[in-house]
């Protein structure tokens, strides 16, 4: 069922002089997967209650979008590139936006995250991943060829 469906039986059961927690039970034993939540039934009525009985959903005030979004991500991705160790704090001086918006577009537009102090891609590209396959290979390949060197050189030792 879509919002418009369960908000034509929130609005039967307002008629009929339900009130939330009893609308919440019906529904939940009718459509026990899909009921919606409390919360969202709570403001159907509220809805209902200042007289606005319409099943559509009504507009959203959206914020318009921003102006030079292109350019702000160049020097984003740019700053970073140049240090990886850069605050989020520091962006945001030097570009004069907000800290939810710095955070945002490295998030979403870079798929980056901060990781010991440094922002890191959160995937690996396919370049990176193929060269992990090629070393492993080479390592392999170094094993096979002499076992007892290629664990000297390779496996650390704790001195203390």
């Known amino acids: 069922m879509d919002k418009k469906e369960f908000s034509v039986l929130i609005q039967y059961r307002f008629l009929k002089g339900k009130n939330t927690v009893e609308t919440k039970t019906w529904l939940d034993a009718v459509l026990p997967d899909t009921a919606p939540g409390r919360l969202s039934i709570k403001d159907c009525y509220a809805k209902f209650r200042l007289g606005e009985m319409s099943s559509e959903d009504g507009e959203r005030n959206l914020h318009p979008k921003e102006g030079g979004k292109d350019e702000t991500l160049y020097k984003i991705h740019k700053m970073i590139l140049n240090g990886r160790k850069l605050k989020v704090n520091e962006i945001t001086d030097i570009l004069n936006i907000s800290t939810e918006r710095v955070n945002h577009m490295i998030h979403e537009y870079f798929g980056m995250r901060k990781l010991c102090a440094k922002w890191v891609p959160r995937e690996l590209t396919f370049d990176?991943?193929?060269?992990?396959?090629?070393?492993?290979?080479?390592?392999?390949?170094?094993?096979?060829?002499?076992?007892?060197?290629?664990?000297?050189?390779?496996?650390?030792?704790?001195?203390?």
């Open 128 to 160: 990176q991943k193929q060269r992990r396959v090629d070393d492993s290979k080479q390592c392999l390949e170094m094993i096979k060829l002499n076992k007892p060197v290629f664990l000297h050189r390779y496996v650390a030792i704790d001195e203390t």
